[in-house]
């Protein structure tokens, strides 16, 4: 059975950094499609951060440059690195997974993903 639990969440100031994980069981993470997604009240899951199953790597704009997405394949995680953060960039954030290989320009998509976790909420004060 797929579950993907997240961690890492917490509130921090402008500025500041966080590191996100998600630990994945009932599979191996490096042969599925994974993603951070985030959804802030009254708005839509965004896509933020994946990585394919041939290790390519797709960001939104909004967090280019800001954000790293890493797999750590020994213990099974997935991690997202924020820096820089800001407070638009508080909403709770998702792990998805999916063992389709995703089309790169089509990671950041919701709807590519059949496997959720329950998230971890991001608050950043000004």
């Known amino acids: 059975q797929v579950q993907l639990e997240e961690s890492g969440g917490g509130s921090v100031q402008t500025g500041g950094s966080l590191r996100l994980s998600c630990a994945a069981s009932?599979?191996?993470?490096?042969?599925?499609?994974m993603g951070w997604f985030r959804q802030a009240p009254g708005k839509e899951r965004e896509g933020v951060a994946a990585i394919g199953r041939d290790g390519s790597t797709s960001y939104a704009g909004s967090v280019q440059g800001r954000f790293t997405i890493s797999q750590d394949n020994a213990k099974n995680t997935l991690f997202l690195l924020m820096n820089s953060l800001k407070p638009e960039d508080t909403a709770m954030y998702y792990c998805a997974a999916t063992r389709i290989e995703v089309f790169r320009l089509l990671l950041l998509l919701a709807d590519q993903y059949d496997n959720w976790g329950r998230g971890t909420q991001v608050t950043v004060s000004s």
């Open positions: 009932g599979f191996t993470a490096s042969t599925y499609s």
